[in-house]
């Protein structure tokens, strides 16, 4: 019988604290860790005699430390390793795959919001052709590109609510820099209410304490929109 099936694994949580990579990840972040240590997050135990990180070390030696070459190890090549059996030459294999496809994979490029048409132009696909009213936000980056537009409520055919510590929680998550209030009138009627305004106002306050300024409140339709801050309204 193979010597793996009788060794005990050695499971990372059971080392000392300074050689846990997963733990080393959550507080130092994936740059902090070394190519042995992502290597030993991948395969998650080692043998009887060596920790997984001293496994991951095996197999860099097997490819001359480097990623490259260790790309161009096969299955069985990866199993030929002490501690290695199918299922962790699979793990690594897979794992190699994936960075080769992002390699080769374009950049997403996030688009940019640079006044409230662009703004307007971004929410349609959520809102178009909507019987109900929804309230969503645009979170931005720094340089107003977005980050990702976020459904906040849905409603009836004339109301929806915007619970202002869900909005923030949603910026916060997602490390927004700004923010952009969009919600529809399925009516088509364009004219804010006195409940748009004041909720306007409330959030652009919120927005200054925490921060997360509220760069905008559109009010859709499915032929055009109104905005607050084109309107002199913020």
């Given at each position: ?11 990372i949580?059971?080392?000392a ?10 507080l ?13 997050i991948l395969?998650?135990s ?8 001293d ?12 990623l490259?070459?260790?790309a161009?190890?096969s ?6 390793i ?7 030459a699979?793990s ?12 080769d ?11 409230s048409?662009?703004?307007y132009?971004?929410?349609k ?9 929804e309230f ?7 340089s ?6 976020v ?7 004339s ?11 949603q910026?916060?998550?997602h490390?927004?820099s700004s923010?952009?209030?969009?919600h529809?009138?399925p009516s088509g009627?364009?004219?804010?209410s ?5 909720l ?8 200054r304490?925490?921060?997360?300024p509220v ?5 859709f339709?499915?032929?055009?929109y ?9």
């Amino acid at each position: 019988m193979p010597e793996n099936e009788y060794a005990v694994s050695r499971k990372i949580l059971s080392w000392a604290e300074d050689d846990r990579p997963r733990e080393k990840m959550l507080l130092k972040g994936n740059g902090a860790l070394s190519d042995a240590e992502l290597i030993a997050i991948l395969i998650g135990s080692g043998t009887v005699d060596l920790s997984a990180v001293d496994v991951a070390k095996l197999i860099l030696q097997k490819a001359n430390n480097n990623l490259n070459e260790l790309a161009k190890l096969s299955l069985k090549d990866l199993m030929k390793i002490k501690g290695i059996g199918q299922a962790k030459a699979i793990s690594i294999a897979a794992a190699l795959e994936l960075g080769r496809r992002r390699k080769d994979a374009e950049a997403v490029v996030r688009p940019k919001i640079t006044c409230s048409r662009d703004a307007y132009d971004q929410i349609k696909p959520h809102l178009w052709d909507l019987p109900h009213e929804e309230f969503w936000i645009l979170l931005l980056s720094r340089s107003n590109e977005v980050i990702r537009p976020v459904q906040i409520s849905q409603g009836g055919v004339s109301g929806t609510v915007a619970d202002p510590k869900l909005i923030f929680k949603q910026a916060i998550e997602h490390l927004a820099s700004s923010i952009i209030l969009i919600h529809n009138h399925p009516s088509g009627n364009l004219t804010p209410s006195q409940a748009d305004k004041d909720l306007t106002k409330r959030l652009k306050e919120a927005g200054r304490l925490l921060d997360t300024p509220v760069l905008d409140h559109l009010i859709f339709t499915d032929t055009h929109y109104f905005s607050f801050a084109d309107e002199g309204l913020f």
